[in-house]
């Protein structure tokens, strides 16, 4: 209650703007479930007349919209998730849009001439005041080096940072009180898509990140003319301000320029294809967003990759079970699929015969050829949803990048497939990680730690015991059914006992009986060693 009360006070006036508008947008359970309906501030609870008639999906997404750039990064990572959310939400979602109004020149110029050290109109040879692109974390404008080369200069939205890190301390105390609160909730896991959105918006808010990003991902193309990635002018870089090389490219949508370009359609398509994947399952890094703003098309069927902002990475784990992923698809292994998904889901306690049913579903419905791979992973990620499962962050982002890059390379060729086409990657990917190589390095890993844990052994035994001396080790047991237990251990003491009073006289009557000695005690005995056995077979049958 105190951290709730000193978070409300550290942000009240932002918190106060976001209930309004969720009141505003009929949203008033929201506000009541997050307790923060007792806010001073807080306007009328009547909601705004022209969105009554609305569903709660388009509620919920136009208020998303008026709350700004942390809420709209947020609902566009939602809608990327239909392993946590409905289509009837994700596909409304999907309509979030981070294009906005642009600030005026007057608000951001002493900003930019402060951070280059001069006025731009010094710095460059040409700089054209008005931006070319205005979204909600940055505004981006044409220009030319002194020396020549044509530039964009992207920059930050004034006063952002303040506002986005008060969104992302509100938002994640609510995600914590989400999960303390509604237990049904746990399986959406706040706290993590959180930490994501966390991660992902202050590496949009240092530019410089983005810049190495680019950099990073030039790197794996060093060696090919055919994928562009744009030069960074690190000189006038800086946390709010990225300058570039300017890519003159033509977007995969513009068909009549594809024509007038005589662009090879099906090659762009396979290029496209083969960046992605050998970034994702060969490197291991990828860009996050290659929708068809994100890549151009170039004269001699060359194609660009823009905007690093946000990358997506992969471990080698994760990369193996990918491949094992796309060999149980095209395989139609049930038991694959289901394996890789209870790998991935971790903790997660599944229905297993309702998966198994749905896994056997999901095989049934892609078992042509060819496969449309936007598809296929939105029907695995339904098949999460449906089993209680969700899936890692890391997949998750992976996942949409290739809905994204599959529905640009069939709009440039309707007739791709992806699954044919990520052959000779997915091979490279497989010699790279199951080579003589690449089994000595995880060979040189595993022997790393094991030789880690072996030379911490001694040091854990002598502590424990030592501790044992000083009588200073306890057990925490958590037990289920004691009542049940307690019960057992009885009923199993009394068989012991009756158990060892019947060995007892089978012991001592054996001899007896061969020499026929003492009759009346071997009588007396034989009867209560029978009636002994009797009972333990009368207890045996009870469970």
């Not at 710095?123 to 530039?151: K, T």
């Not at 994100?294 to 194609?303: D, E, F, Q, T, V």
């Not at 080698?316 to 491949?323: E, G, S």
């Not at 009073?501 to 054996?510: D, E, K, N, S």
Request: glycine share 8%; aromatic share 6%.
């Amino acid at each position: 209650m105190l951290k709730t009360a000193f978070v409300a006070a550290r942000d009240r006036q932002r918190l106060s703007e976001i209930a309004s508008v969720l009141i505003g947008f009929g949203l008033t359970k929201v506000v009541d479930r997050l307790g923060l309906h007792n806010i001073p501030l807080i306007p009328r609870r009547t909601p705004r007349v022209d969105v009554t008639r609305l569903s709660q999906p388009e509620r919920l997404r136009r208020a998303i919209e008026t709350l700004g750039p942390t809420f709209i990064k947020f609902g566009q990572i939602l809608a990327s998730r239909p392993d946590l959310l409905s289509p009837v939400w994700t596909d409304e979602l999907e309509k979030l849009h981070s294009q906005v109004k642009p600030v005026p020149w007057s608000l951001i110029g002493p900003q930019l001439e402060a951070d280059l050290g001069a006025p731009p109109q010094e710095v460059f040879a040409e700089f054209d005041l008005n931006p070319i692109a205005s979204a909600s974390i940055a505004q981006v404008y044409r220009a030319r080096l002194h020396s020549g080369e044509e530039v964009v200069v992207k920059v930050l939205r004034p006063g952002l940072r303040k506002i986005i890190e008060a969104d992302l301390r509100l938002m994640a105390h609510g995600a914590r009180i989400v999960e303390a609160e509604w237990p049904e909730m746990a399986r959406y896991q706040p706290q993590e898509q959180m930490r994501h959105l966390a991660n992902g918006l202050n590496g949009e808010l240092d530019l410089l990140n983005e810049a190495r990003n680019c950099e990073m991902i030039a790197e794996i193309f060093a060696g090919r003319d055919d994928i562009v990635i744009p030069k960074i002018f690190w000189e006038w870089c800086s946390e709010r301000v990225l300058v570039q090389e300017f890519i003159h490219g033509i977007s995969p949508n513009d068909a009549a320029a594809l024509r007038a370009m005589d662009a090879d359609k099906k090659a762009l398509a396979q290029k496209g294809c083969d960046a992605f994947l050998r970034m994702a399952l060969i490197e291991g890094v990828f860009h996050a967003d290659p929708h068809p703003g994100n890549l151009l098309i170039l004269p001699g069927n060359r194609i660009g990759f823009i905007d690093f902002g946000i990358v997506g990475r992969l471990s080698q784990k994760r990369r193996q079970q990918l491949l094992v992923l796309i060999g149980a698809m095209l395989k139609q292994d049930v038991d694959g699929l289901m394996a890789t998904l209870l790998d991935w889901t971790g903790t997660s306690n599944p229905d297993l015969s309702k998966l198994e049913q749905s896994a056997q579903n999901f095989v049934q419905a892609h078992s042509s050829i060819p496969l449309n791979l936007g598809l296929v992973l939105t029907d695995f990620m339904t098949m999460a949803r449906e089993n209680d499962l969700a899936m890692p962050t890391d997949l998750a982002i992976l996942f949409k990048g290739l809905v994204t890059a599959d529905g640009v390379m069939r709009q440039l060729d309707p007739g791709f497939d992806l699954f044919a086409a990520a052959g000779p990657t997915v091979r490279a990917s497989m010699r790279s990680q199951f080579s003589l190589r690449g089994l000595m390095r995880k060979a040189e890993s595993l022997g790393s730690g094991l030789y880690g844990a072996a030379s911490e052994l001694p040091t854990l035994i002598h502590l424990m015991l030592v501790r044992l001396k000083q009588g200073r080790v306890t057990v925490e047991i958590e037990l289920k059914g004691m009542d049940k237990l307690v019960r057992g251990i009885e009923r199993g003491a009394a068989r012991v006992a009756v158990g060892l009073v019947v060995a007892a006289f089978a012991t001592q009557l054996a001899p007896r009986l061969i020499d026929l000695g003492t009759p009346a005690f071997v009588i007396i005995g034989m009867t209560v060693a029978m009636l002994g056995i009797g009972w333990l077979v009368l207890l045996g049958r009870d469970r």
